[in-house]
């Protein structure tokens, strides 16, 4: 036994302290995959459900869009939700604002940082779209095209399967 964990185990005495502590040392018990921290955690930032919505990212020569549709279109609540924050975050991401994805995401998040010290050279548009919005992104630097494809990249492998390539 390590020696943390024997004097653990005499100061407090108990097995369950000694399986909590495997727990925590070993790594079993608490994991969480990043999908499943996204999906759990979404409603932090997102008002809609995000069960009942799908993300679709489609890279572009000059940055991307991503939009943002409900699964059912007669679902006229969550279409609302989901148009109201996408123009919300339009405006955001344009002064550079990009705290709610480096909330459910991190703030290493791939790209973010440069879209963030960047978003002055990016043109960020909202529009409705079918059951839902899309946010393009534009501009002619190439590095900050980059960096919009590694940060879809990064959400599109973070949602998992709430989110899809187009």
Not at 63 to 84: C, F, H, M, T, Y
Request: charged fraction near 20%.
């Amino acid at each position: 036994m390590k020696p943390y964990l024997r004097v653990l185990t005499k100061s407090i005495g108990g097995a369950a302290i000694l399986a909590f502590a495997a727990c925590i040392f070993c790594g079993t018990g608490f994991s969480q995959t990043r999908q499943e921290h996204v999906h759990h955690n979404a409603h932090m930032v997102m008002p809609f459900d995000i069960s009942k919505a799908v993300h679709i990212f489609k890279m572009t020569a000059s940055g991307g869009i991503q939009r943002v549709v409900a699964k059912d279109p007669s679902e006229n609540d969550q279409i609302s939700l989901i148009r109201r924050h996408l123009k919300q975050e339009a405006e955001n991401f344009q002064r550079g604002d990009f705290s709610d994805p480096a909330k459910l995401h991190g703030a290493g998040m791939p790209g973010l940082r440069e879209l963030q010290g960047g978003a002055h050279r990016i043109s960020i548009f909202y529009t409705d779209v079918p059951a839902g919005g899309a946010i393009r992104f534009e501009t002619s630097d190439i590095h900050l095209i980059t960096a919009v494809h590694r940060w879809f990249g990064a959400q599109l492998s973070e949602h998992g399967a709430d989110a899809v390539s187009e």
